[in-house]
């Protein structure tokens, strides 16, 4: 199933309209909805980014079960546990500044939103930063290495039991949210 | 007129389905902040501000930007989101912001953010799509970390920068 490299190239622009379209249509592209998660009054970021991670985690693994899909051939981001976490962190505060994330700030420009744009160069500036400053940092950057470290290996649990418990947890946000949401 | 947004989990299942092609198509989730990395690499590397083999550029400049997997990602997903909003008449030239900010000071925290938000994103090896929606749905522990992490620094930040929403 898996395409070539001149295909993956051909298939790039279509997967990016498609996760573009349904960013705008989920109202994503509005940096006051998203920021509503920080002050518990719009759950809607929330709600989209954990029925998408629901709905890939468990098509990959049915996929997988029934052979449609070799998981091994599917790059799994190398775990660098403490500059993911202080990244997290500076990420976090930004997004809550910023009202969008990277992604949706180009949705929020291409709908017409000028401060999408200054997210934007933002993101380019602080890409410059990091490259100046790499020489500083680049130790850090690559500490406390785990390789392509999952939550089953970390945990010494079966891939499908730790599908299940996130599955579970997340239907359980769900249900938090809207009752937040309700009495905010 | 501004039709409704379409409900928040049918538009996640749309998403779902997409990192899911992705996936098994090209073997990869999707990404955004490592298109801006390719865009400014390639930049610093053609003014000659940098050298290709420099450690921090070099992943980056293997292929001309023009044919960089996660950039043309990114043109789709600004075409998709232009398209989407055009047909739900959202499409509007205005400075979005919360109701105590002046247009300039909601510019200068958007600038800002955006910076905090690329140096994490570098630290952590990814941003929302790289590690929150790719790593997640692969149980990538470091994409974990990073999801916690980042919903922590907002909760706790959040009271601190009311006046920018509230």
């Known amino acids: ?184 | 007129m501004k039709p409704r947004y379409l409900d928040p989990y049918l538009a996640g299942i749309g998403i779902g389905v997409v990192l899911l092609a992705a996936y098994v198509l090209v073997g990869r989730g999707l990404g955004a902040s490592g298109g801006f990395s390719a865009v400014v690499a390639s930049a610093t590397v053609a003014v000659q501000a940098g050298d290709p083999a420099n450690a921090a550029l070099a992943p980056y400049v293997q292929v001309p930007v023009w044919r960089d997997w996660i950039v043309l990602e990114l043109i789709g997903v600004a075409v998709g989101a232009l398209l989407s909003a055009r047909l739900a008449g959202r499409l509007a030239l205005k400075v979005e912001r919360g109701a105590h900010l002046t247009a300039d000071s909601r510019m200068l925290f958007a600038l800002l953010g955006g910076i905090l938000m690329a140096f994490g994103a570098k630290l952590a090896r990814g941003c929302t799509s790289g590690q929150a929606l790719t790593g997640g749905a692969l149980l990538s522990v470091g994409s974990w970390v990073f999801i916690g992490t980042t919903f922590a620094a907002g909760y706790l930040c959040a009271p601190l920068a009311r006046r920018l929403w509230r």
């Open chain 1, 1 to 184: 199933m898996m395409l070539d490299p001149a295909g993956a190239l051909i298939a790039a622009p279509i997967i990016g309209l498609a996760f573009g379209w349904f960013l705008e249509r989920g109202g994503l592209g509005s940096a006051r909805k998203l920021s509503g998660l920080f002050y518990l009054t719009d759950f809607t970021v929330f709600r989209v980014l954990f029925s998408a991670v629901l709905t890939a985690m468990l098509g990959a693994f049915w996929l997988s079960r029934f052979g449609l899909l070799d998981l091994s051939a599917v790059h799994v981001p190398e775990t660098f546990l403490v500059p993911q976490a202080v990244g997290g962190a500076v990420f976090g505060l930004g997004f809550l500044l910023a009202g969008l994330c990277p992604g949706t700030s180009c949705v929020a420009g291409a709908a017409g939103r000028i401060d999408g744009f200054a997210v934007i160069g933002g993101l380019l500036l602080g890409v410059l930063t990091f490259n100046i400053s790499y020489p500083l940092i680049d130790g850090f950057v690559a500490s406390t290495a785990l390789g392509e470290l999952t939550l089953p290996e970390l945990l010494h649990m079966p891939y499908g039991v730790v599908v299940l418990l996130v599955t579970i947890i997340a239907i359980g946000g769900f249900v938090i949210a809207s009752r937040l949401e309700k009495s905010a």
